[in-house]
């Protein structure tokens, strides 16, 4: 493989839907909404090159595709700490709102992560701090995501 290829990385192993293996390197990693993670990878397949004098040779070209993470394996000796991760905070699916002009109701509003009513900057909090603070009179649940439907589940 060329030196350019076997320098990139840090490589994993992906496994495909009929079971084969493959070596990828991993360009980046993506949390959806629903909290599952996913894998930018480039695979390095043969590509087809026309050269100026019209012969035509076979080189290496990385391919872009994502996996769900569950289908890529770390490869031990692979330093994955530089890779760009997207997404929410790992485990952080809520967020507190402060409410700043409130007479007799509620002082902070619980939102899901991917509210559009929550403020940015809002602070996040794990599922396990959310349930407890939903038990608190003086925060209240967002009436447009609803947190509490899906905490109700936790």
Request: a negative charge.
């Amino acid at each position: 493989m060329d030196d350019q290829y076997a320098s990139a990385g840090p490589w994993a192993r992906a496994t495909l839907p009929d079971g084969q293996q493959l070596d990828v390197i991993v360009t980046g990693r993506t949390r959806t909404i629903d909290g599952a993670w996913w894998y930018e990878l480039e695979a390095i397949l043969t590509a087809r090159t026309k050269l100026p004098d019209g012969r035509i040779i076979a080189e290496p070209t990385p391919v872009a595709f994502t996996m769900p993470a569950q289908q890529v394996a770390p490869i031990p000796g692979e330093n994955y700490d530089a890779v760009p991760t997207n997404g929410a905070i790992a485990g952080r699916q809520w967020q507190v709102e402060n409410l700043w002009r409130t007479i007799d109701g509620p002082s902070r509003r619980l939102h899901r992560r991917d509210c559009w009513q929550a403020p940015p900057g809002s602070k996040r909090i794990t599922t396990s701090e959310a349930v407890e603070i939903l038990t608190d009179p003086d925060v209240a649940p967002c009436d447009i995501c609803h947190p509490e439907r899906a905490l109700r589940q936790q």
